[in-house]
């Protein structure tokens, strides 16, 4: 699966932005998808997640209200729509595939199969 994230940038304190991330190499629609971040010096955070059908999502504590998930199968694309940023939203975003079939470990970073380059949001104060 290769996975091309894209539509980072930077935004001022409570903006938004909309991320996006396409794939291709395999049914779309029977691959969960997740998006994390990474901040300089920091661990991987778990953002957000959506099980292949789109029908279930999940969110990272620091984000919920805030970010919402989605996906388009006819365009195999996932979606990462940002707002009211903060500072600390700022990050790498990378969006990561799990091709798994069962059970969706939405928020654990070592069960993704395939990840994207990533994106950079920055975020002004």
């Known amino acids: 699966v290769q996975l091309q994230a894209s539509g980072g940038g930077l935004v001022e304190l409570g903006g938004s932005l909309r991320l996006s991330c396409a794939a291709s190499?395999?049914?779309?629609?029977?691959?969960?998808m997740g998006w994390f971040r990474q901040a300089p010096g920091k661990e991987h955070e778990f953002v957000a997640g959506?099980?292949?059908?789109?029908?279930?999502?999940f969110y990272g504590d620091s984000v919920k209200g805030r970010f919402a998930i989605s996906r388009d199968n006819a365009k195999n694309t996932v979606y990462l729509q940002m707002n009211s940023l903060k500072p600390e939203d700022t990050a790498v975003y990378y969006c990561?595939?799990?091709?798994?079939?069962?059970?969706?470990?939405?928020?654990?970073?070592?069960?993704?199969?395939?990840w994207g380059r990533g994106t950079q949001v920055t975020v002004s104060s």
């Open positions: 190499g395999r049914t779309f629609s029977k691959i969960h």
């Open positions: 990561a595939a799990d091709v798994t079939e069962g059970s969706y470990y939405y928020a654990v970073r070592e069960r993704y199969d395939y």
């Open positions: 959506i099980i292949s059908s789109g029908v279930r999502t």
